[in-house]
């Protein structure tokens, strides 16, 4: 792989995996690290990337499974006094309405409440745009299951969010496309 194609990867993709590896982590430096070190590795092996038709999808599984493991390791006292800071600064923003931040917080609560096949899927069509068939082919289900599961995430999202605050799916939904 020479140098402009290895630069025309990094920018295309790489604040999509930032935030698809966030979805995992909670953590934005953590997933910004995660994907970086995930681009180191392929500069190093330049002669090892494969030569595939959908290199996003690669990437894509390549961050799922270093986030997996960066899950399964255990968490130091340092890591957790971090997330707290995170949250602590997160907090004190005072650019977004207090509604809308609620909102948006209920409804990543909601995304994450969805099982967890559901949940990648979900996240995989909506937050990364992949098509039925991308997602498909990426976790290797048939497209009729990425259907069921976009249906189900949907009817549930569209329940649970209307309970808990109905005028989130007039205004946010829509960057879900939840009608």
């Known amino acids: 792989m020479d140098k ?6 990094y920018r295309t993709y790489q ?14 430096q953590e997933s910004i690290d995660l994907v970086q070190e995930l681009f180191l590795n392929i500069w190093e092996k330049k002669g ?19 986030c997996y493991n960066q899950l399964a390791k255990p968490k130091t ?11 602590f600064i997160s907090t004190e923003d005072t650019s977004q ?3 809308t931040r609620q909102a948006e917080a209920n409804i990543q609560k909601q995304i994450n409440n969805l099982p967890e096949k559901c949940k ?17 082919v990426l976790l290797s289900i048939s497209v009729k299951t990425v259907e069921n599961q976009i249906g189900n995430a949907l009817k549930q ?11 989130t799916v007039s205004t946010l939904g829509g960057m879900l496309n939840l009608a």
């Open 4 to 9: 402009e194609k290895f630069e025309s990867l």
């Open 120 to 136: 990648e899927i979900f996240i995989l069509s909506r937050f990364e745009h992949l098509s039925y068939k991308e997602i498909a």
């Open 97 to 99: 309405p207090i509604e």
């Open 157 to 167: 999202l569209r329940k649970n969010l209307k309970i808990l605050i109905p005028l």
């Open 48 to 66: 090892q990337f494969p030569d595939t038709h959908n290199p996003k999808a690669y990437l894509m599984m390549a961050v799922k499974n270093r």
């Open 15 to 28: 604040p999509g995996l930032v935030n698809f590896a966030f979805f995992y982590l909670k953590n934005r």
């Open 77 to 87: 006292i340092h890591e957790d006094s971090e997330m707290l800071k995170e949250v």
